[in-house]
């Protein structure tokens, strides 16, 4: 009997150490994701830039610098000097040779030449373009990779990309702010939308970007309670200007749109249309309302905290459009 005592103590004795555990676990899962999670998103619309932004401009200014610099000879000019390698009569076609005072030699294909210096510094820097690269197969490849290396190195490209990027996006974003460039987004826009299937992928991207993007944000004017979803429960929301004209039309009074945050991610809320004399006005920073709902109501303001389990605290209540004063008991 005493060994069943000790084991249902045993079984009833509340886990601290593992809750406590879980409970730093979980702290520190909220410390870290934050910033990695913000890290990872950086790092993929970079890539996503990259990729389709930075590589084919880079590609095409490189290949118009290797077009306007190649000097590639498909034969043996007149008046060359050619090396002299008597053991190799059959093969002349390896030979190199100097011309008009610049040393040039065979490509790996051996049918066309390029000047040596090219060959020596892109086969004394190959490790520059990573561990696994190879030695280039053709006289234009090894132009390629010289014009990268000494114009087009990513020291360079980068810092440079990125200032005429934003130098654009502020340009383009100055030239469709309005007049005729407005126009032109717009008939642009109108356009598309009437494209099949384009329509539906494009329109729901460019809301998106819209939203995120666009300096006409959602601005919340200030905090309100409202008996939501029904009367005696209170749920706290942002305001975020007046409702539609036709609504405060049929109720008879103004009406006011009410973002109502959802814990623990307020930014996947919904709109409620509700009363003007049905919401209250809460001494409440829009950042202090954020951090109540993000904690589930255990972040609750100074000012807002009820001290002590029976205090009597003066509230108002609504009856009919007209605040009424009145005590209720906090439990």
């Known amino acids: 009997m005493a060994d069943s005592s000790?084991?249902?103590?045993?079984?009833?004795?509340p886990p601290t150490a593992m809750g406590g555990a879980r409970r730093a676990v979980l702290r520190g899962l909220g410390v870290v994701l934050p910033p990695l999670l913000t890290i990872v998103v950086l790092i993929w619309a970079w890539n996503a830039i990259e990729n389709y932004v930075l590589a084919p401009v880079?590609?095409?200014?490189?290949?118009?610098?290797?077009w306007s610099l190649a000097d590639i000879r498909d034969s043996v000019p007149q008046g060359a000097l050619r090396d002299p390698l008597p053991e190799l009569k059959d093969s002349s076609n390896q030979r190199g040779f100097t011309y008009q005072g610049l040393y040039y030699v065979p490509d790996?294909?051996?049918?066309r030449y390029l000047p040596g210096y090219v060959v020596q510094e892109v086969d004394n820097e190959i490790g520059a373009f990573g561990p696994g690269a190879v030695a280039p197969n053709s006289a234009k490849a090894y132009w390629d990779r010289y014009v990268q290396l000494r114009y087009m190195p990513r020291s360079v490209?980068?810092?440079?990309?990125?200032?005429?990027?934003?130098?654009?996006?502020y340009f383009l974003g100055r030239l469709f702010a309005g007049g005729i460039g407005r126009w032109f987004l717009s008939t642009f826009d109108a356009t598309i939308l009437r494209i099949p299937i384009v329509n539906k992928v494009y329109g729901s991207v460019k809301q998106i970007t819209d939203f995120a993007f666009d300096d006409r944000q959602i601005e919340f004017n200030r905090v309100v309670a409202i008996q939501y979803p029904r009367e005696g429960i209170w749920s706290l929301g942002f305001v975020t200007g007046n409702s539609m004209r036709e609504i405060s039309e049929a109720a008879g009074e103004p009406m006011l749109s009410v973002l109502m945050p959802t814990s623990p991610m307020p930014m996947t809320g919904f709109t409620v249309t509700v009363r003007r004399s049905e919401a209250i006005d809460l001494d409440l920073t829009i950042d202090e309302?954020?951090?109540f709902v993000v904690s589930c109501g255990v972040v609750v303001p100074p000012q807002q905290r009820v001290d002590g389990p029976t205090k009597e605290l003066p509230s108002k209540a609504i009856m009919n459009g007209t605040g009424v004063n009145t005590s209720v008991a906090a439990r």
């Not at 000790?6 to 004795?13: G, I, K, N, P, V």
């Open 58 to 66: 880079e590609s095409g200014i490189r290949h118009t610098l290797v």
């Open 157 to 169: 490209v980068v810092p440079v990309f990125l200032i005429v990027f934003l130098s654009l996006l």
């Open 6 to 13: 000790e084991e249902a103590l045993l079984a009833a004795a």
């Open 108 to 111: 790996p294909t051996g049918r």
């Open 289 to 291: 309302a954020i951090q």
